[in-house]
């Protein structure tokens, strides 16, 4: 295939789900590798005003640096350096996604990506969920369409250099691709094209709350309640379902659906959105920090707000009220 014509593919992904502005600044995060140096060529060549940023967590000695100056010099990255020995591959991760937050950024993430992590999910937590196209905090995927191979024809057909990172066999991943993927196809030669197709099945409810909610609904008696979370319940009054939302104390360490949350100030609490919630200190309604933030109206209701009495001073992934910047602490579990 051309090299144009995977420009076209990642094209029509990005108009189709609507992931950059047509001609639109996009900031690529970048790694020298073969994934993230097509994504920053390819978005180029395509018009977009694209930027690039690599983070150098000097994990890998020489090699580290290397990586970083290639990404300097051939990709025109800034390079910041962050990152601690022994730090996991989760928390580089996190470590990562902090960088160029406000402005969007795009990752150089494909479907070979896009399989392994199925794979991993399935076995370690029995969830068929995918790398998203779209993150909370606004990262994009324009590559989930391509496959590995493809990356690496695309810059072997522009002539552009990049970099193998030696440590990618002795992780997690590296033994999926290297071992489970392989005995996979020997199986079926069609494996990762059906593995693909679960992230594109309509998602299911995790597995406790479907059974929650059945045991609810099969229920005779005339009125019963079911706790979907700390902070939820779902409750049937006869023929009427309906769901509570009480807060949740912010203490130490909290878990509020897929997110952690820590905090070390008193006082704090974490519920759902209500109608007319604003921020803290600011005129601006939380409704609109979704909005700008482009977060999925599906998504709003369950998205977790910190509360200081009956005021908003932050929305986890997002934004925080003057004064509580550092206040809260936040992970999501299902991130990448």
């Known amino acids: 295939m051309e090299a144009s014509q995977i420009r076209e593919r990642v094209e ?3 108009r189709a789900e609507n992931l950059i502005e047509p001609g639109g600044d996009v900031l690529c995060l970048v790694s020298g590798g073969a994934d993230s140096t097509c994504l920053w060529h390819a978005l180029r060549a395509l018009d977009y005003r694209v930027s690039a940023l690599h983070v150098n967590h000097r994990q890998r000695g020489e ?5 970083a100056s290639f990404c300097r010099d051939e990709l025109g990255a800034e390079v910041v350096e962050a990152g601690e020995p022994g730090m996991s591959e989760a928390e580089l991760r996190e470590l990562r996604y902090s960088f160029g937050a406000g402005r969007l950024r795009a990752t150089g993430h494909t479907a070979s990506d896009q399989v392994e992590t199925i794979i991993y999910r399935l076995v370690s937590s029995g969830s068929t969920r995918g790398i998203k196209l779209r993150r ?10 391509l496959w590995r191979e493809e990356t690496r024809a695309y810059c072997l057909a522009e002539g552009l250099g990049y970099r193998e990172d030696s440590s990618n066999p002795g992780t997690v991943r590296g033994v999926i691709r290297s071992e489970v993927l392989p005995a996979l196809r020997r199986l079926h030669p069609a494996a990762e094209e059906n593995i693909l197709a679960c992230a594109r099945e309509r998602p299911r409810l995790p597995r406790g709350l479907e059974g929650a909610l059945l045991e609810l609904l099969g229920s005779h008696e005339g009125s019963k309640s079911v706790d979907l979370s700390p902070a939820l319940k779902a409750v049937r009054e006869y023929d009427r379902l309906f769901i509570e939302q009480a807060p949740l104390p912010l203490e130490g360490r909290v878990r509020f659906g897929p997110w952690i949350l820590e905090s070390g100030m008193e006082g704090l609490q974490v519920r759902c959105f209500k109608p007319g919630d604003r921020l803290a200190g600011r005129k601006k309604k939380i409704q609109d920090v979704f909005v700008d933030a482009k977060i999925p109206r599906s998504q709003r209701s369950s998205w977790p707000l910190v509360a200081k009495g009956e005021e908003i001073v932050a929305v986890p992934g997002i934004v925080a009220a003057p004064g509580y910047e550092d206040a809260v602490r936040a992970t999501r579990e299902d991130d990448r």
């Open 136 to 145: 909370e905090d606004g990262v994009v995927r324009p590559l989930l369409g």
């Open 63 to 67: 090699e580290s640096e290397q990586d």
């Open 12 to 14: 029509q992904l990005i």
